[in-house]
């Protein structure tokens, strides 16, 4: 079936240390991705987005992703964490061959020892 | 900008009553708004999407007479969860795009709907 995967549910840093939370998707034609943080008791934020153009993608708060298409990766990168950063990420995918419509991968978990 | 509210945040209902949660765009004209579930620790599951003024599409395996959805002005939709169970008992979230789903969503904070 075709999805959105994340791969790792919960991950466990401390300050300082480097981020990467891998996102693979399997839908053909033409996508748009994204990352969406979701803090403790909070609605979901846009961390980034790739459209188009350049693959790699800056975001807010520090946080970048590159758009691998080859590999179906949109992985997220931080080069260095803060306690703040403890939330859970939501990569999504918008394919417009499933009409559209946003699909979430299952969420990943990062919890930043201080 | 682009400011998204739900209301409740929270509700706790009897088995067999409905349930009303509304969403709203406050800042902006939202032509199409869509809703999610989200279980614990799950993802967000798209439940339908529904363009102002005409008729929700519901997703695979949603019962479309049990989550009654409504967009009945650019900035309003809602959900009726008809005759609750406790297997509704999940959060709710809403999100809102200006055009015509090519657009950025915005989410809502969710409601969180207890049914004992």
């Known amino acids: 079936a075709q999805s959105v995967s994340q791969h790792n549910h919960h991950v466990i840093l401390s300050e300082a240390a480097s981020l990467e939370l891998g996102c693979n998707y399997s839908?053909?034609?033409?996508?748009?991705l994204f990352w969406y943080v979701q803090y403790p008791g909070q609605h979901l934020q846009l961390l980034l987005k790739y459209f188009s153009g350049d693959p790699l993608v800056k975001g807010i708060k520090g946080f970048e992703a590159e758009f691998i298409k080859s590999k179906f990766s949109f992985n997220l990168r931080k080069p260095s964490v803060q306690w703040s950063d403890t939330a859970e990420y939501f990569c999504a995918v918008r394919s417009y061959n499933q009409g559209g419509k946003l699909i979430f991968g299952q969420g990943t978990e990062l919890s930043v020892k201080p | 900008g682009a400011v998204v509210s739900q209301h409740p945040s929270r509700v706790i209902c009897k088995s067999g009553t409905s349930v009303k949660i509304e969403c709203r765009s406050l800042d902006f004209q939202a032509t199409t708004m869509f809703w999610y579930r989200q279980f614990p620790k799950q993802s967000l599951m798209l439940m339908a999407t529904?363009?102002?003024?005409?008729?929700?599409?519901?997703e695979q395996g949603v019962e479309k007479d049990k989550f009654l959805i409504n967009h009945a002005s650019l900035t309003l939709s809602t959900l009726t969860v008809t005759s609750a169970h406790p297997e509704d008992s999940s959060f709710y979230i809403c999100s809102a795009s200006k055009g015509e789903g090519q657009n950025e969503q915005f989410f809502g904070p969710g409601t969180r709907l207890t049914v004992l």
């Open positions: 839908y053909g034609g033409t996508v748009n």
């Open positions: 529904s363009n102002e003024g005409s008729k929700a599409t519901y």
